[in-house]
């Protein structure tokens, strides 16, 4: 290999990193069921509410659904409350009460070099929603 080819191959691989890097969103979700709580059979993630406050209808609390997401770019919000339906519905939920909406910092980026060093925080958008059953 010469020198051309490899800056044009090194050159490439750095512009596909960072397509991949800037151009994806991520989104992960996770569920914490309550210790005590009813188990009740899955439901169907098409069936799920999501609501913004407590209802007054009686109910009980199953556990929570947990969505970690990036804020740049950030997934779209169906594809959000697709996660929170599936997961919610897992756990056999009638409804999802969201709790916290909020933008945190989930770590930090270290650049430059070892004598100058940058540091950069790394925000997220952690969404949490309680799993509720109607009685």
Not at 34 to 57: D, F, H, K, N
């Amino acid at each position: 290999m010469n020198n051309r080819t490899i800056k044009s191959v090194f050159g490439s691989g750095i512009g596909l990193g960072l397509l991949l890097l800037v151009g994806c969103s991520s989104l992960s979700s996770r569920t914490v069921q309550y210790v005590g709580a009813p188990r009740p059979p899955a439901t169907s993630p098409t069936q799920i509410e999501i609501l913004r406050s407590e209802p007054a209808r009686p109910h009980e609390k199953l556990g929570e659904v947990v969505v970690d997401a990036s804020i740049d770019p950030p997934p779209k919000i169906e594809k959000i409350e697709e996660v929170l339906r599936r997961d919610a519905a897992k756990m056999g939920a009638d409804a999802v009460v969201l709790v916290h909406d909020q933008i945190h910092p989930v770590g930090a980026v270290v650049t430059g070099p070892w004598w100058s060093p940058m540091v950069s925080t790394v925000r997220g958008r952690l969404i949490v929603g309680i799993a509720i059953k109607y009685q």
